[in-house]
């Protein structure tokens, strides 16, 4: 019980920074559209039913990329990649990779899970 209350609580302080947030519209005007591709390794292999999509909706998105880490044990984990984001985008490629190591715990020892992220991006084209 203890854990869905943490879960729920972290969900909802998620959701009310990304309210807070500016837009990434504002923070990436010339974006058209984006899409990441997320999948987490541990130990340099790549973890099963990790991988996944994610389309970013430009004109109403937050420039907050906070990506929770998929251990349901991991506490207090997840990936905060919104300034390797940002700064990827400000540079107007059509793709771009990073990894984000987790912050969080296994109990005692920390997480130690890698998210590979590769964003593909089109930019509007000038008049």
């Not at 059509?94 to 991006?121: D, M």
Request: charged share 30%; proline share 5%; net charge positive.
């Amino acid at each position: 019980m203890r854990r869905m209350i943490t879960v729920n609580k972290a969900r909802t302080d998620r959701w009310k920074r990304e309210d807070e947030a500016p837009r990434l519209k504002e923070k990436a005007p010339t974006l058209a559209s984006l899409r990441l591709e997320l999948e987490e390794y541990s130990e340099g292999h790549s973890i099963v039913g990790t991988r996944r999509v994610t389309l970013v909706v430009v004109d109403h998105a937050a420039a907050l990329f906070e990506i929770p880490c998929s251990d349901s044990k991991c506490e207090e984990g997840g990936h905060e990649v919104t300034r390797e984001v940002l700064a990827a985008l400000s540079k107007q490629p059509s793709r771009f990779e990073f990894e984000s190591g987790c912050h969080g715990y296994l109990g005692q020892r920390p997480c130690g899970r890698t998210l590979k992220v590769i964003g593909q991006a089109e930019y509007k084209k000038a008049p």
